[in-house]
């Protein structure tokens, strides 16, 4: 493994000195919009979710790598994250799962990273200051500044369209079940299809499918996949939900939530650091249980505008929105992830509240 000095700056030009490993990029400089990620397991699965497209991501965890990967635990074929920082990087793999260690897996996928880095001062910086563009790697100080200086963040960029699949593509059911979902691949992850297959044969469709091509395949239920970006950026998804809206049921997770607040009018709005790991507690206003929930996501819904919306879901930390419903048009959402992949299984339900919805649909 090659190890060089390396160096972070921020926008703002905070410096972080540290090592660097992984994928090497020519110009020695990797730049991103700087996040952090509070999960204590599950790298793999947080580094292969492509909604961290455009990002850096910063774990807080102190020791990562220590069981290696493997391919049961792949997100994506293709991770999208832009780099990773670490505390320190574990010097074996140590795991009857392991099929490699994380540095090939990073120089497999031309993901650079950098350690030896104080997180805990990174991430309290993150906190008070927000996500912040900037750059790391191996060049001098001053390149690395200027680069940081013209990082760009999320805002404003449609993300989707360099993540979501080029072709369709068919998920068989696990299950035997008859039920045809179509699923909207906004940066989909792989443990949210095998939950989904669970219930269904699922067509997996590229983001610019139409309605009319989505109604031609004759779904039971369309869902709406998580995604990176800001999602004020991609407008062509609302308006697809709208002319689906109260002709098919429809679910949507993380940047689905989103896509189907926008459709039904409502607005988001970027958190100053956003939420990123497995142990956020959300409270099930239909039945007052509260779940510790896995989540990635930098931006927000205002629906409480909203006519004939129920707010279902409220995050325990900043009462932001964490899910909806639209009863009049067999419609849902959540902002947290379900799946998990990595974290807990507490909200796993919503799936089969998904499968009933559609099976009301039906009768």
């Not at 990620?37 to 455009?54: F, H, K, M, R, W």
């Not at 997996?204 to 989505?214: C, H, K, L, R």
């Not at 067999?330 to 998904?354: I, K, M, N, T, W």
Request: glycine residues 10%; proline residues 5%.
């Amino acid at each position: 493994m090659s190890i060089q000095p390396a160096a972070i700056v921020l926008a703002d030009g905070t410096v972080f000195e540290g090592e660097s490993f992984g994928a090497s990029p020519a110009s020695g400089i990797t730049t991103g919009e700087f996040v952090f990620n509070t999960v204590l397991s599950g790298y793999q699965e947080v580094i292969s979710d492509p909604s961290y497209a455009g990002q850096i991501i910063t774990f807080t965890a102190p020791h990562i790598g220590n069981y290696g990967v493997n391919s049961t635990d792949e997100e994506s074929a293709n991770p999208r994250c832009e780099g990773i920082v670490v505390r320190e990087l574990s010097r074996r793999a140590s795991s009857w799962r392991a099929e490699g260690d994380l540095v090939s897996y990073l120089e497999q996928h031309g993901i650079a990273g950098i350690g030896g880095i104080d997180t805990r001062r990174l991430t309290r910086h993150l906190r008070d200051n927000g996500a912040i563009p900037g750059a790391f790697g191996t060049a001098s100080e001053s390149e690395l500044a200027a680069a940081a200086a013209s990082a760009p963040g999320t805002e404003g960029r449609d993300l989707v369209a360099s993540v979501t699949t080029a072709q369709a593509y068919t998920v068989p059911t696990s299950s035997g079940s008859s039920r045809r979902i179509v699923a909207l691949d906004l940066g989909i992850k792989t443990t949210i299809l095998r939950n989904l297959a669970e219930y269904g044969t699922v067509e997996v469709v590229p983001a610019s499918t139409s309605a009319e091509q989505i109604l031609a395949l004759s779904p039971d239920g369309v869902f709406v996949s998580n995604g990176p970006g800001d999602p004020a950026a991609v407008a062509h998804v609302p308006e697809t939900l709208r002319a689906l809206l109260g002709t098919v049921p429809v679910f949507g997770i993380c940047m689905g939530h989103q896509m189907l607040a926008t459709a039904l009018g409502g607005t988001t709005y970027k958190l100053p650091f956003g939420h990123h790991g497995g142990n956020h507690p959300v409270r099930d206003l239909t039945t007052n249980k509260v779940e510790i929930t896995s989540q990635n996501h930098n931006y927000c819904v205002d629906v409480d505008a909203l006519a004939n919306v129920e707010v279902t879901h409220r995050n325990l930390n900043d009462s932001t929105v964490e899910g909806f419903a639209c009863e009049e048009l067999s419609a849902f959402a959540v902002q947290h992830h379900p799946e998990a992949g990595p974290g807990p299984h507490d909200s796993r339900y919503l799936f089969e509240r998904f499968a009933d919805l559609m099976d009301r649909s039906a009768s």
